[in-house]
């Protein structure tokens, strides 16, 4: 069964920096990649950290130069490394990954770490 537990969300004053966790069980992070969405009120989910197929790091212009995504396989762990909050980067934050079987895609994500960013 796969989980994916964030961790790491909270309150922080414009220009502050947050580290969030997800932590994978059921996968092998090194055969499934995760990345990181984020949701703000209002709005729809989008996409702001993911690993390429080449293993490379990419950022949607919103984020880039602020957030750095990175991984741990052995932990089983990515993490998003947040600098320079503006207050637009609050939102729910959620890891997700895709499982393929038989020849179908399954998304799996987790709960979700609030991150609000105070101006």
């Known amino acids: 069964q796969v989980q994916l537990v964030e961790s790491g969300g909270g309150l922080v004053q414009a220009g502050g920096s947050l580290r969030l966790s997800c932590a994978a069980s059921g996968i092998i992070l090194s055969i499934n990649p995760m990345d990181w969405y984020r949701q703000a009120p209002g709005k729809q989910r989008e996409l702001v950290a993911y690993?390429?197929?080449?293993?490379?790091?990419n950022y949607p212009d919103a984020v880039r130069g602020r957030f750095t995504i990175s991984r741990d396989n052995a932990k089983n762990t990515i993490y998003l490394q947040m600098n320079s909050l503006k207050p637009e980067d609050t939102a729910v934050y959620y890891c997700?990954?895709?499982?393929?079987?038989?020849?179908?895609?399954?998304?799996?994500w987790g709960r979700g770490t609030q991150v609000t960013v105070s101006s």
């Open positions: 690993f390429t197929n080449s293993g490379s790091t």
């Open positions: 997700h990954t895709t499982i393929w079987s038989r020849g179908m895609p399954r998304d799996y």
